[in-house]
């Protein structure tokens, strides 16, 4: 094989760019992801825009297809709305960006990002995620919090869990 056939083969291809590389929205938040599509193919091409990865009811794409001249770059901007608790679930999702060429389906790229949906999301060793921070309940009620725990550490753990209540931390008394 020749150099000039690996040369063009090489440069025969779809490149995909993200600027976030991790994103995170609250429950019926909304976030935007900027991505580039590059054609360093010598043609034209139409390039369908793709995400994969959490229900697509969540994801708006301003062009999901894009046509792209022989070597050019193009902007898509994509909006993730996530809806609220519990049509939706505090977590980490793998969120997987995929341009697929209309003229060759097998040159195609996919670029991974995360997507955390949560209102509050701790740091360190034990993550805890909650779909809110504002909860209200009338005096002599229970309530239901969905949260999600994490062991970020490297080796099993326990965890103790206990949750205090008060007016000044936020909770509101409904009569």
Do not use: C
Not at 70 to 81: L, S, Y
């Amino acid at each position: 094989m020749d150099s000039t056939a690996q040369q063009n083969r090489s440069e025969d291809r779809l490149i995909l760019a993200i600027k976030e590389e991790q994103i995170t929205v609250a429950p019926e938040g909304t976030a935007t992801m900027h991505i580039a599509v590059i054609n360093q193919t010598p043609d034209e091409d139409y390039v369908d825009i793709q995400v994969q990865g959490v229900p697509s009811e969540w994801i708006t794409i301003d062009h999901p297809v894009v046509h792209l001249a022989a070597g050019e770059a193009k902007q898509v901007i994509i909006t993730v709305q996530p809806p609220s608790v519990p049509q939706s679930r505090v977590g980490q999702y793998p969120l997987d960006i995929r341009a697929v060429s209309q003229s060759d389906p097998t040159r195609a790229v996919t670029a991974r990002n995360v997507l955390t949906v949560a209102a509050y999301q701790s740091r360190g060793r034990i993550g805890v995620m909650l779909g809110s921070i504002h909860f209200s309940i009338s005096p002599g009620s229970s309530i239901t919090i969905p949260l999600l725990l994490q062991n970020r550490g490297l080796e099993e753990d326990n965890f103790r869990l206990s949750i205090e209540a008060s007016q000044r931390g936020g909770f509101r008394r409904t009569q």
